[in-house]
C-alpha cells in the first residue's frame, strides 16, 4: 500500500506541474507580432543597410593559420627563436618556427605605428616636437630632433621607418592621436581590426616593456596590410631621404636619414631570384636582432619574411638568405 500512495503522490506532482506551465509557461503566452525564428535582423530594422551575401571570411586573403613549425630542419633555425616566411600570392606559409610565441618586437613596432598614423593622419600636416619626445633611453635609435622643430607626418614616418627614431614615433604619436596612450589605444584597436589578436602594444617605438609583444603571424597580419597602402611601401622602400625642416628658433634644419636595412643599403645582398622592396629593423637587449622584409621572387609572388630575436646581426640576414633561398622561390 505504501509504494502505491507514494506513487500516487508522484503523478498528483507531475499533474500540478503540468497545469501551472500550461497556465504560465510560455507555451501559452501570448505575444503580440511575435519575431519569426527564422527571418533576418535586417528586416527588423535591428541593423541598418542592404544585406550582404556571400561576403569573404577575414581569412579569405590570409595565409592559412600554422600551428605547428614547417621547415625548421632545412635551415640553420637555431640562430633566432622564430621566424616565417608567408607566400601572399599562394596564401601558403612556406617557412615557420614559433610564429604564435609571444615575442618582442622591438623596433618592428613601428610597421603598425606609421599604419595607424597614416590612417588617422595626414602625410602633410605639421607636428611640433616635444620635450616628451626627448624622453629616451642613453642608447635608443633616434632622428636628432629638438624640441620645438615642426616637421611634416611624411617627414616624421621616414624618420621613423628609415634611422628608426624613437623620438620620431612619439611625436607621430602626439601628433596624430593627441597624446601617446590615446594613440597607443588606437594602435591596440588596428592590430586587433588585423586580426592580431596575440599582441599588445605600450609604447609607439617598441622600447622593451612587459605587456609590449606580438608574435611573427601577428606581425605578417600587420605588414601585409601595411605595404597595401603605397605611401608607406614608397618611405619602407627607399635607400636614404633628405628632410628639410623648421626649427623651434625658426631657422631651417636638414638631416639626411638612410635605411637601417641591410638590403636596403647595400650591405647585405639577398638570394638570387629574390628582391627585398622594402623592411623595418628591431634591436634590444631583450628582442635580440629582428627584421620584417617585404619581397618577391622571379615569379612576381609577393613575400613577407621575419626573423625574431636572431642572436647575431650576421645571422639575422644570414638566415633571412637561407630562408628565403630555400622557401622563397
Known amino acids: 500500500m505504501s509504494g502505491v500512495k507514494c506513487t500516487n503522490k508522484i503523478t498528483a506532482l507531475l499533474m500540478a506541474f503540468a497545469l501551472a506551465f500550461g497556465l504560465y509557461g510560455c507555451g501559452n503566452v501570448e505575444v503580440e507580432n511575435p519575431y519569426q525564428v527564422y527571418a533576418d535582423t535586417q528586416s527588423y530594422g535591428i541593423v541598418s543597410g542592404e544585406p550582404i551575401y556571400g561576403s569573404a571570411y577575414f581569412t579569405d586573403d590570409k595565409c592559412t593559420y600554422l600551428k605547428k613549425n614547417r621547415g625548421v630542419k632545412k635551415v640553420d633555425s637555431q640562430v633566432a627563436d622564430g621566424g616565417g616566411l608567408f607566400n601572399l600570392d599562394t596564401k601558403e606559409i612556406k617557412y615557420a618556427k614559433n610564429i604564435n610565441k609571444r615575442m618582442y618586437p622591438a ?11 597614416l590612417k588617422y593622419g595626414n602625410l602633410g600636416q605639421e ?4 620635450e616628451n619626445a626627448m624622453q629616451k633611453d642613453p642608447d635608443s635609435s633616434v632622428c ?18 628609415l634611422r628608426s627614431g624613437n623620438d620620431a614615433a612619439v611625436a607621430i604619436a602626439e601628433g596624430v592621436g593627441g597624446s601617446v596612450d590615446h594613440f597607443m589605444q588606437l594602435m591596440n584597436q588596428e592590430a586587433k581590426m588585423l586580426g592580431a589578436t596575440n599582441s599588445h602594444f605600450v609604447t609607439p617605438n617598441g622600447l622593451p616593456d612587459d605587456n609590449h609583444y606580438t608574435t611573427i603571424y601577428d606581425m605578417y597580419l600587420i605588414t601585409s596590410a601595411a605595404v597595401q597602402n603605397e605611401d608607406l611601401l614608397n618611405i619602407i622602400s627607399a635607400t636614404n631621404v633628405e628632410v628639410t625642416y623648421k626649427g623651434a628658433d625658426g631657422n631651417t634644419k636638414q638631416q639626411s636619414w638612410a635605411n637601417t636595412c641591410q638590403y636596403l643599403s647595400g650591405k647585405s645582398t639577398p638570394p638570387e ?31 613577407i619574411c621575419i626573423v625574431f630575436k636572431a642572436d647575431s646581426r650576421w645571422n639575422l640576414y644570414y638566415l633571412m638568405n637561407q630562408v628565403y633561398d630555400t622557401f622563397g622561390k
Open 107 to 117: 623596433s618592428t613596432t613601428k610597421i603598425l605605428t606609421a599604419y595607424t598614423a
Open 127 to 130: 607636428i611640433t616636437v616635444t
Open 144 to 161: 636628432n630632433l629638438a624640441v620645438g622643430d615642426v616637421l611634416t607626418l611624411q617627414q616624421l614616418l621616414e624618420g621613423l621607418m
Open 273 to 303: 631570384g629574390i628582391t627585398v622592396i622594402g623592411a623595418k629593423t628591431g634591436t634590444t637587449g631583450q628582442a635580440g636582432y629582428c627584421l620584417v622584409t617585404y619581397g618577391q621572387n622571379d615569379a612576381g609572388e609577393r613575400l
